[in-house]
């Protein structure tokens, strides 16, 4: 299992259970509970620590790959890929804290996370998506290559309610 992965500005590594408190308060924030359809607000460390202990169990079965991303050695968001099942295409998601919104970040940690799950035969066909009204989502994944595929409502935790979501795919690089 590899421990990190390195760009020029980026390091991702794993998340530990010592990250709980600063991923928690991270969480909390409205402006990222709204975008990510799976966080609550008002979560709390025994909550964050008990994610961090199932995405530890799931890496050690291939269903989830997530790193903590780190700018100049500050914790900036976390970047993973998960399944369901092994077989299937994994599912890229990504939170970033907003103070490190609009430098590219995300892009790079997404890229690189994809690129080693695709030299490492562990995915070639990936999913994501974002909330409708998250363009800047979207325009992520679309300098990922990702593409289009439906429109669906999905339950958002954060709002207690359905939002419009946006569907998207990245087909196997053609060799």
């Known amino acids: 299992m590899v421990q990190e992965l390195k760009t020029p500005r980026l390091r991702l590594r794993r998340p530990m259970v010592s990250d709980a408190p600063l991923i928690t308060a991270c969480v909390n924030d409205p402006r990222i509970y709204e975008k990510v359809a799976r ?102 994944l679309e300098k990922l290559g990702f593409r289009k595929t439906h429109n669906s409502p999905v339950f958002c935790l954060g709002r207690g309610q359905d939002v419009d979501h946006v569907f998207m795919v990245r087909e196997p690089k053609t060799r």
């Open 39 to 140: 966080i609550a607000p008002g979560q709390t460390v025994k909550v964050t620590t008990g994610w961090l202990e199932s995405v530890a169990r799931n890496e050690a079965s291939g269903l989830d790959h997530v790193f903590a991303i780190e700018v100049d050695g500050a914790f900036a968001g976390v970047v993973g890929a998960h399944r369901t099942r092994n077989g299937d295409p994994f599912e890229i998601g990504y939170w970033l804290s907003p103070g490190f919104w609009g430098q590219g970040i995300v892009t790079e940690a997404a890229e690189a996370l994809i690129d080693w799950l695709e030299s490492t035969g562990r995915g070639e066909r990936f999913t994501s998506g974002y909330f409708a009204d998250n363009p800047a989502s979207g325009r992520v």
